[in-house]
C-alpha cells in the first residue's frame, strides 16, 4: 500500500460531493452542540442523546456496537434497543459505511484537521507516517468485543471516541466539566496531523463493525476502466490509503465518501446503485 498522498484539492471541477459531505459532517457536529444547549437551556428537548443512543421525539436510534455489546454482556435482549439498532443497521447494509464518511464527529475533527494541514503545506507531498495492515479493523472489533465480555463491561459505552465527543459535550452543558476519558479524541486528532484517518482505518470497532455489515452493500463506487488513464489521483486521494483504480471500492473498506470520485479528471469514477449483491470475493477485501 502507498505511504503517500497529495493533500492538494482535487482537480476535477465537480467538487458538489466534497461540498455536500463536509457540511452534512458540520450539521451533525453542530447538532451534538445544540442538543444539550437547547435542552438545558431551552427546555426544548425534542432532540435528546448524541450518536450512541440518539432520541428524536419517539424515534430511539441505538449505535450498533454499543447494543450489541449490552446484549453481549448482560446476555440479554432488549428488544427497545434491537428496534433502536435496526435504522443504522438497514443503512450500513445498503449504502455502506456512511455514518464513518458522512455523520461521525471523529470523521468532522480529522477533516478539519487534514483541511488546516493542506492549508499549512500548500501543495507538498504529505507522507502518511503511519501505514499499517489493513486487517487490523477486523481484529480490533473481535479483540474490543471479547474483552468486553471478559471484562463483563460494555468498554465501547464508556469509550467509544465517536459517542465520547457527544458524551463531553453533554458532561460540559449539564456539569461545566469534562471527562478524563475525552483524552482519547485528543490522541485521535493529534495523530491526525502525521498521518490519515489513523483510528478509523485501523482501530474503530464501530467502523469496523458498520464496514461488515455493509459488505455486500448496494451503493458502490464503480470503476469504469474503459475511461481510467491510470494516473493515481484516486490512490492519492483516498483518505483510507484504498487503490480505487484496482478496484478496492468494493472492498467493505470503502466507506463511500466520494473522494476519488471527486479527484478523477477522466471521471472513470462514479456511485453506482447495484441491483445485485457485490460478489463474494470482494466481501471483505483481499488486499493488505
Ligand atoms: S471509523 Fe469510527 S471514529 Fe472513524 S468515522 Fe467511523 S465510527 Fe467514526
Ligand atoms: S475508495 Fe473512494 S469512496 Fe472509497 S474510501 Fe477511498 S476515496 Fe472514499
Partial sequence: MKGTALESPPKSSDRSLRTMRRCLLAAAFLLL??????NYYAGITFIQGWYQSLGIGELRLISPLEGLESILVSRQIYVPVLIGMLAPLVLAALLGRVFCSWVCPI?????????LRAWIMRKKRF???LVLGKRLLWYALVGELLLSLVLGAPL??????PGLVGRELMLAVYSHRLAWEGILVVGIVVLELLTRRFYCR????????LALVG???RL?????????????????????????????????YCWNCGTCIESCPDRALQFTWQTSTLPLSNEIGNKD
Fill in 220 to 252: 458502490v463506487v464503480a470503476h469504469r476502466p474503459d475511461r481510467c488513464t491510470g494516473c493515481a489521483r484516486c490512490a492519492q486521494a483516498c483518505p483510507l490509503g484504498l487503490r480505487p483504480e484496482l478496484g478496492e471500492t468494493r472492498t467493505a
Fill in 107 to 115: 470523521s468532522f475533527l480529522a477533516e478539519a484537521v487534514a483541511t
Fill in 202 to 209: 485501523y482501530f474503530c470497532p464501530l467502523g469496523a463493525l
Fill in 127 to 129: 507522507h502518511d507516517r
Fill in 33 to 38: 452542540i445544540l442538543t444539550p444547549l437547547l
Fill in 215 to 217: 459488505a455486500k452493500r
Fill in 156 to 161: 465501547f459505552v464508556f469509550l467509544s471516541p
